[in-house]
């Protein structure tokens, strides 16, 4: 904000978007809640899945993997797909789902079974092409010790970079997130989240969020007495 505009960088500040503590159960228990297979190893994406979350992209990189994966590596996409999406998969990646590669939950989750979705995974995904912006996934998987693989760009690059919350790269190139993909499976066992990803996510805590709030609004009441 300093480096956009001084007065915005005075008068802001920055606020955690905040997430409820995750539940404590096992990456075992969150497989059986959802019904998958306890010993394959996933790459999620999770949410609504749909072209602005780069299924497409995903997809493709996948194709393009397939003689650099394992039998057990798997995608999930876990959340309800659009209609795009679902043609997208069936049209143009009907491969994928038949072999088995491509796992989907193509339903509305709820919270439970969103946490859930997290906790089963090996690596969580993020290629939105297009989303500068926050992405709540990525605290989700942080706050369940997750790795992420996220695109290249704006606060997804910088926020797991500095916080170690995994890998980026440019999830537009299909052959760079193929390798990147290949490479977050064979890397995932040994991920440990950081102190730098542990403050990350205590940062986002609703109780942060709260005290944060309440400062700022104390702030405001001594500037205008």
């Excluded at 072999?99 to 939105?128: F, K, M, N």
């Excluded at 989303?131 to 990525?138: D, F, G, N, T, V």
């Amino acid at each position: 904000m300093h480096q956009f505009n001084k007065r915005l960088g005075q008068i802001a500040r920055l606020l955690p978007d905040p997430i409820d503590p995750p539940p404590g159960f096992s990456k075992i228990d969150a497989r059986k809640q959802l019904g998958l297979e306890p010993s394959a190893k996933f790459i999620s994406l999770v949410g609504l899945v749909e072209q602005r979350k780069g299924i497409r992209d995903l997809l493709q990189a996948i194709q393009q993997a397939e003689s650099l994966l394992a039998a057990d590596a798997k995608v999930l996409l876990a959340g309800k797909q659009s209609a795009e999406a679902r043609d997208i998969l069936s049209n143009d990646f009907p491969l994928l789902s038949q072999s088995g590669r491509v796992v989907s939950l193509d339903r509305h989750l709820s919270q439970s079974e969103l946490w859930a979705a997290c906790i089963a995974s090996d690596v969580i995904t993020t290629p939105y092409p297009h989303h500068p912006y926050s992405a709540s996934i990525l605290i989700r998987a942080a706050a369940v010790g997750v790795p992420v693989l996220a695109n290249r760009i704006g606060w997804m690059e910088d926020v797991t970079k500095h916080h170690q919350l995994g890998w980026i790269c440019n999830t537009r190139n299909p052959e760079e997130f193929a390798k990147a993909i290949s490479t977050a499976f064979q890397r995932a066992d040994d991920y440990q989240p950081s102190k730098t990803a542990r403050d990350f996510v205590e940062f986002h805590s609703v109780a942060n969020f709260q005290s944060l709030i309440t400062e700022r609004l104390r702030e405001r009441l001594r500037s205008s007495a």
